[in-house]
C-alpha cells in the first residue's frame, strides 16, 4: 500500500494550491482521510479530515480557507488551499484509517507521531510573504 501526496509549491501569501492524496494498493472510499502538516521544527499537526462518509472536518487554524473533498471513482482525495499565509509553510501529507474518527484528527495531537494505518509521503508548501 502506497500512499502519495502531490500538488506542493512555492507561492506568494494569499494565494492557492491545491494538493492530491493517491493511493495504490488501498481504496480510498472505506477510509477517514486526514490530511497533516509538520512545519518546521514543529510538531506534526491535523488539519483536516474527510471520513468515509464524506463528512469534513477541520482545525481551527485552517477553517474557511482549506477544502477537503473526495472523488471515489478516481480514488483521490483533494485538499484546497485557499488564502494561504506564510504559516501554512511545511511538509503537507495524508494518512488513512479505517476506524480513526475525524474529530481525533482536527482536534487532538494523538496522531502526531503517528497512528493511522497508512501514511503517504508529504509533499513541500512554501508560502512567502
Known amino acids: 500500500v502506497q500512499l502519495q501526496a502531490s500538488g506542493g509549491g512555492l507561492v506568494q501569501a494569499g494565494g492557492s494550491l491545491r494538493l492530491s492524496c493517491s493511493a495504490s494498493g488501498l481504496t480510498l472510499d472505506k477510509q477517514n482521510i486526514g490530511w497533516f502538516r509538520q512545519a518546521p521544527g514543529k510538531e506534526r499537526e491535523g488539519l483536516s479530515c474527510i471520513s468515509s462518509r464524506g463528512r469534513t472536518y477541520y482545525a481551527d487554524s485552517v477553517k474557511g480557507r482549506f477544502t477537503v473533498s473526495r472523488d471515489n471513482a478516481k480514488n483521490m482525495v483533494y485538499l484546497e488551499m485557499n488564502n494561504l499565509k506564510p504559516e501554512d509553510t511545511g511538509v503537507y501529507s495524508c494518512?488513512?484509517?479505517?476506524?480513526?474518527?475525524?474529530?481525533?484528527?482536527?482536534?487532538?495531537?494523538?496522531?502526531?507521531?503517528?497512528?493511522?494505518?497508512?501514511w503517504g509521503k508529504g509533499t513541500l508548501v512554501t508560502v512567502s510573504s
Open positions: 494518512a488513512a484509517d479505517p476506524a480513526i474518527a475525524c474529530l481525533v484528527v482536527t482536534t487532538t495531537s494523538l496522531l502526531s507521531t503517528g497512528g493511522m494505518d497508512y
